[in-house]
């Protein structure tokens, strides 16, 4: 999120750009995002000359024949997809990367050095740009890719090997890996899935099929010793470097350390395992029963369960306390440490948990308008549009970025005061 | 008392290579697996139930179609197949395993028919999935119902299509559109959005003009909806009929992944019949949610809800005649019988229902991973759905209306091989004919 201690904390409101201007100058005005810091609106604009972005009123100097995914990086600068003659590539605060390329996609930020990267599709194949530098050898295809935590890094799931339409005895041959920056690993499988990086960004696990039936874990193109029916995602222990991941066995779901049981209970359904910052819990999204779903901290699963779905769980800094999102008879809410809120809303962003971890705070809809809550109440005006809320980096204050009656505003409150 | 033809021998190497590789303790081994662990009670119960009373035969279409051939009764393809497997304990060798999967894929839509004439209600199509389940765990799918497996494993979408192609053909079929209407913009990856749009694989693949019309129709509702960029974009599932449960899951869960991820109220799919089973029960059963944990609708209930409620308006209807298919499992499977009626009745002023229809209507023969078993099995299939030309060229109409892309290609196989002078069309090509385009949003 850049460096969050620069930002204008100071207690009040802004204006920081009226739609209704925009929309006098440009024919078209659409996707519009907002920055980080809440200082800046961006939005695709269409103009006489043709697309291109627009930064709190002022457009870029190049237009093109296409624009899209349009976003803000974590340090703040507009960034989109552009294609003109016939020639995509990447375009950063107005300024675009020298190479271009047959298609661009993708486009994902990483680090507090804002790393940039995208997947392209070139001459000579696919492979992954990260911050203007291509991969030097192309694939036959791509599918998901990841970044290591410091944005240096890029791994993706690559076809190595051709394979002729309906080519069924080949296809279980494997042809599929994992490239690290642009080199693949040494081994094949039939298939490459959920890719992760270790947290100092040195090793890559994903899910690999080792036959038709037959699945594992593979760290640096390793699999585990020990494979299984099914697995999820892995994750590195940030402590350790441990990996972890679901997997399937007879009595259901379990989660594996390194292939080896860690919580010594299984569950009808296990995803999603996250570390607290200091890598000392582990929780996971599990289903302890048919159709219900909850939270699992150190394998304990919360008393209270949701009928139709679990999702973001977010440690508190001190790793003590544990939020998520729920939903039950299609309702949404906020649940922390086993309990769910009182109120329910049409829909919920991810909770936030302020410095010492005392409260709770989260993006909510209702009948159309958008809030803040606080530990379960609604705490602030009802608006049109809203954007994640940051809390400062002293825990007293958060920045609440709002779009009301085409105005987009940014607004410091005390936290106290909600 | 009559007698029936054997079967034509059909070659196929997802069949016939594979079965080389066999053993007689992997067979026995996998056959117990299945029977003892995977489908335990629900199999049990279905068994010791059955009291062999062939009720179930006049139900299948593949038994009409070949005049009462008592080998394509419902309760002969189970007898031939996994009442032999428990029998033995397992113990069948290569060849049997063979016949079953040649049975149960190409012979069996899974479409339920049989369930609703037999006096118990016993799922006869879950047998047979639970037939495909061995096949499968046994490597013995046929070719082209496998390649397409393998697709959805490696692209987590039915047709090979690369993430560019996917987006490309967005924003070719936008352009299109906003030619045709003003705004008519495709908006990927839209937070917050009410709807996410899903289709099948085939769309970019084949159709994409399908896409081109539901964004015209989104449009003109003035719908706040959004398409995925990226993988979770493609609601359909081969797997859940070639017996790949763990890929079936993978692709649901995927396809749900990305709901929760953009935050949409609800996800309306295409129109296709099996994409609606894998996402809205099999999937999601496999996965532990009792429900889909975000509502999915059907384009059928869409369009009804759009029309019903005044958001698109009639002003002209379609005027050939014209009949439809009851796509198997979003009107046997889901009861969407009336609003499909409701919609042709809405659009079209000669529209001549089919006899049987609802949920008694046959099926198209496609369905189930069929038609996905490809060229080989083409004759088999289209052989197997006499009745369902027969009911159509009943009609005397010139258009069907397919709401499924199963029945789509199925039927313009039946139309062709019967020569029945129709033509076949999605329900949204009707519809874009029909509606108002406000003043405001012409070109």
Redesign the interface.
Known sequence: MGEQQNWDWEVGERLVTDLAEWKKAFS?V??EVVSPDGEKMGAIVKGEEGLTCCVNGSAWEQTYE?V??VKFSPDNRLTAITMADDEWTTVVDGAPWEQTY??V??LRFAGRGGAIAV?T?GDDG?GICLDGKAWEAGFL????YVLSPDGRRAACSV?TKELA?????G?LEGG?SVAVDGKPWDRNF??V?GLAFSADGAKVAAEV?LE??V?SIAVDGKPWDASY??VWEPCFDPKNGQVLAPVKI?SGWILACDGKDLWGRSF??LWRPVFSPDGSRTAAIV?PS??R?TMAVEGQAWNATF???V?DPVFSPDGRRLAAIV?DK?RWTIGVDGAAWGETF??V?RPVFTPNAKRVLAKV?RNGKFALALDGRVVSGEYDGLYDPVIGPEGDRVLVKALDGGKFYRRVLRLGDL | MATFPEREPVEDIGLDETIKKLTPERIEKTILKVLNEESAARLKVYVNTCVHCGLCSNACHFYNSHDGDVKYAPVSKVKDTLWEMIRKKGRVDGEFIRKASRIAFTECNVCRRCSMYCPFGIDLAYLILTVRRICHLLGVVPQYLQDTVNSHAATLNQMWVKPDEWIDTLQWQEEEQLDEVVGARIPLDREGAEIMYSVIGPEPKFLPQLIGHMDQIMTVAGMSWTVPSLDGWDNSNMAMYSGDFEIMARVERKHYDKALELKVKKIVMGECGHAFRGAAYDGPKWLGWLRPPVPLIHAVEFYYDLIHSGRLKIVKKYEEPITLQDPCNIVRGKGLGNKLRYIMNATCSDFRDVEPRFEHNYCCCAGGGVINCGPPWKTTRVNGNRVKAEQFRATEAKVIVTPCHNCHSGIEDIVSNYKLDMHVKFFCEILVECIEIPESLKV
């Open positions: 078209d659409y996707d296409k899209y995914s047959e298609y996609w993708n997947q599709k696919y295809q791509i599918r998901d076809q339409e309906g080519d069924i005895f296809f599929w039939l298939n899935w099929r038709s039936t699945y029916g099914c007879e009808g359904q289903s048919f159709g779903w009928g139709d779905a999702t939903k299609n049409d829909m962003w809809e």
